[in-house]
């Protein structure tokens, strides 16, 4: 199906009146995850509905149709939020590549992968290019949002690896009898510790009420009074206090993230986050950690999305939705289905036990996952056939991965991915040799297996009666 057609029923009267999404990029990134996201999650915004804040302007076309008319295809702004930062944040060394990329544009040079001076060429390279620009776009972005879109109730800031279920948390802010006021200063996302207060990750997004948002912009004017003063450009005028970006910029120059220093701005504004873990999940979907203390709450948005699941879990929430009633994580496991995996062989260890008839093994995967609520823990196994047995003698083990002679036993359900084996170096005693050592090369090889049968039972009994909607907390893990 196209996205015009997947996209039919999506309610544009909420985002243009009630709840803005604002979509935070790098115009160097990977150009394969910004088309996953403008093609899943963000594809069914109209252009204006959607703020794209990045560190240069630019057109960002998508096809929503098969055909080749121009009704077929959404052209969507991204904006550079970085040019109209006070000036002074120009003459910090995390600008030179920026400063840089500007003088090409001026002088109409073509920006290129191989001249762009903000794009990175290896991962390694991210603290020294671009990558250090993202952090000065938080602040930046929530004053943009408000100048260019006031009084809306509520804003979603996101990010590319960002995916987000709409329906989930449409009907969180929107449908909870009234739970949240947007009047009210609402910060809500996935808890991570800062400065002396929690802030909301970046990565699984984040949202603000405007209750919050007037709270955190507002500035004391000359005559007292408090008011917002944010615009492109704008200078502090009548107002005595500083902006935003103005008052926080040390902050952000010594930060390594602008999410925390958007958290410490709002908390020393009187504003604390609301934590909804795992709601809005710092997991990707293969890295999702199944228990049984969410297994009925909403998915509402995960992290680190790869560009193939972004498309693909979005076109299969639009045939898995169910109605009354949000896409819960008992939903989600069938869009990897871990423990039932395609390309996946019988054990060999089946042999030893006929009761383990549904067990599963896949080399060369990694299926771990340490969840402080449902702990795992290692025993010791020769092969991943002793580490199956170990799993099996264990009723709370519900899969396991064998790596080197370490079996590590999991109370919990996880897909996870590949893992090629690691080759060790180590200096093992040797009086043979001189200096009494000599050098020993070690393969690791990672091989995961799940309890088919028991998965296939925990399943049955944690059926989903009603859906478990978390009240925001920050002393509650899951």
């Given at each position: 199906m196209s996205i015009s057609d997947l996209c039919a029923s999506f309610p544009h009267n909420i985002t243009q009146n009630r709840i803005q999404p604002v979509l935070k990029i790098g115009h160097g990134e990977n150009p394969a995850i910004l088309s996953a996201q403008l093609n899943s999650v963000s594809a069914c915004f109209e252009p204006g509905e959607l703020l794209i804040f990045s560190d240069m302007d630019a057109d960002l076309v998508v096809r929503t149709n098969n055909s080749d008319s121009v009704s077929g295809v959404h052209v969507h702004k991204a904006i550079d939020i970085l040019a109209t930062l006070p000036k002074a944040y120009y003459q910090h060394k995390d600008f030179a590549a920026y400063n840089t990329l500007q003088e090409m544009i001026a002088n109409n040079t073509p920006i290129t992968a191989e001249n762009d001076p903000t794009r990175s060429r290896r991962d390694s390279d991210k603290l020294n290019t671009g990558w250090k620009l993202d952090k000065y776009k938080f602040l930046a972005g929530v004053e943009r949002a408000w100048e260019m879109r006031p009084n809306r109730e509520w804003y979603i800031f996101y990010e590319t690896d960002t995916y987000i279920s709409w329906d989930g948390l449409f009907r969180l802010l929107l449908t909870q009898n009234g739970a949240f006021d947007p009047d009210k200063e609402i910060y809500l996302g996935s808890p991570s510790p800062g400065r002396r207060t929690w802030f909301a990750n970046g990565g699984p997004g984040f949202v603000l009420s405007r209750g919050a948002m007037r709270r955190l912009l507002a500035r004391k004017a000359e005559n007292g009074e408090k008011g917002i003063g944010v615009g492109m450009g704008m200078t502090r005028g009548w107002f005595e206090e500083q902006s935003l970006t103005e008052k926080w910029m040390t902050a952000v120059q010594g930060d390594c993230c602008g999410d925390s220093v958007l958290g410490w701005a709002l908390w020393k504004a009187g504003v604390k986050l609301g934590g909804l873990f795992p709601m809005f999940n710092v997991y990707p979907a293969h890295g999702v950690v199944?228990?049984?203390?969410?297994?009925?709450?909403?998915?509402?948005?995960?992290?680190?999305?790869?560009?193939?699941?972004?498309?693909?879990?979005?076109?299969?929430?639009?045939?898995?939705?169910?109605?009354?009633?949000?896409?819960?994580?008992?939903?989600?496991?069938?869009?990897?289905?871990?423990?039932?995996?395609?390309?996946?062989?019988?054990?060999?260890?089946?042999?030893?036990?006929?009761?383990?008839?549904?067990?599963?093994?896949?080399?060369?995967?990694?299926?771990?996952?340490?969840?402080?609520?449902?702990?795992?823990?290692?025993?010791?196994?020769?092969?991943?056939?002793?580490?199956?047995?170990?799993?099996?003698?264990?009723?709370?083990?519900?899969q396991y991965l064998h790596r080197g002679e370490t079996c590590v036993l999991m109370p919990y359900i996880v897909y996870g991915a590949e893992k090629l084996p690691e080759v060790n170096e180590r200096n093992v005693t040797d009086e043979s040799n001189p200096g009494g050592w000599r050098m020993e090369t070690e393969t690791i090889e990672f091989t995961a297996g799940w309890m088919g049968g028991r998965i296939k039972g925990w399943r049955r009994e944690h059926e989903c009666k009603e859906v478990d909607w978390l009240w925001p907390s920050l002393d509650r893990y899951f």
């Amino acid at each position: 199906m196209s996205i015009s057609d997947l996209c039919a029923s999506f309610p544009h009267n909420i985002t243009q009146n009630r709840i803005q999404p604002v979509l935070k990029i790098g115009h160097g990134e990977n150009p394969a995850i910004l088309s996953a996201q403008l093609n899943s999650v963000s594809a069914c915004f109209e252009p204006g509905e959607l703020l794209i804040f990045s560190d240069m302007d630019a057109d960002l076309v998508v096809r929503t149709n098969n055909s080749d008319s121009v009704s077929g295809v959404h052209v969507h702004k991204a904006i550079d939020i970085l040019a109209t930062l006070p000036k002074a944040y120009y003459q910090h060394k995390d600008f030179a590549a920026y400063n840089t990329l500007q003088e090409m544009i001026a002088n109409n040079t073509p920006i290129t992968a191989e001249n762009d001076p903000t794009r990175s060429r290896r991962d390694s390279d991210k603290l020294n290019t671009g990558w250090k620009l993202d952090k000065y776009k938080f602040l930046a972005g929530v004053e943009r949002a408000w100048e260019m879109r006031p009084n809306r109730e509520w804003y979603i800031f996101y990010e590319t690896d960002t995916y987000i279920s709409w329906d989930g948390l449409f009907r969180l802010l929107l449908t909870q009898n009234g739970a949240f006021d947007p009047d009210k200063e609402i910060y809500l996302g996935s808890p991570s510790p800062g400065r002396r207060t929690w802030f909301a990750n970046g990565g699984p997004g984040f949202v603000l009420s405007r209750g919050a948002m007037r709270r955190l912009l507002a500035r004391k004017a000359e005559n007292g009074e408090k008011g917002i003063g944010v615009g492109m450009g704008m200078t502090r005028g009548w107002f005595e206090e500083q902006s935003l970006t103005e008052k926080w910029m040390t902050a952000v120059q010594g930060d390594c993230c602008g999410d925390s220093v958007l958290g410490w701005a709002l908390w020393k504004a009187g504003v604390k986050l609301g934590g909804l873990f795992p709601m809005f999940n710092v997991y990707p979907a293969h890295g999702v950690v199944y228990t049984e203390h969410m297994w009925c709450q909403p998915l509402v948005t995960l992290h680190k999305t790869t560009p193939r699941d972004m498309v693909e879990l979005w076109r299969w929430e639009q045939g898995h939705r169910r109605l009354g009633r949000p896409i819960l994580y008992a939903d989600l496991y069938a869009f990897k289905n871990p423990g039932l995996l395609p390309g996946s062989s019988p054990s060999k260890s089946n042999n030893l036990n006929p009761r383990r008839s549904n067990d599963l093994l896949r080399p060369n995967w990694d299926n771990t996952a340490y969840d402080r609520l449902a702990p795992a823990h290692d025993v010791h196994a020769i092969s991943p056939a002793q580490c199956a047995v170990e799993c099996d003698k264990d009723p709370a083990c519900l899969q396991y991965l064998h790596r080197g002679e370490t079996c590590v036993l999991m109370p919990y359900i996880v897909y996870g991915a590949e893992k090629l084996p690691e080759v060790n170096e180590r200096n093992v005693t040797d009086e043979s040799n001189p200096g009494g050592w000599r050098m020993e090369t070690e393969t690791i090889e990672f091989t995961a297996g799940w309890m088919g049968g028991r998965i296939k039972g925990w399943r049955r009994e944690h059926e989903c009666k009603e859906v478990d909607w978390l009240w925001p907390s920050l002393d509650r893990y899951f």
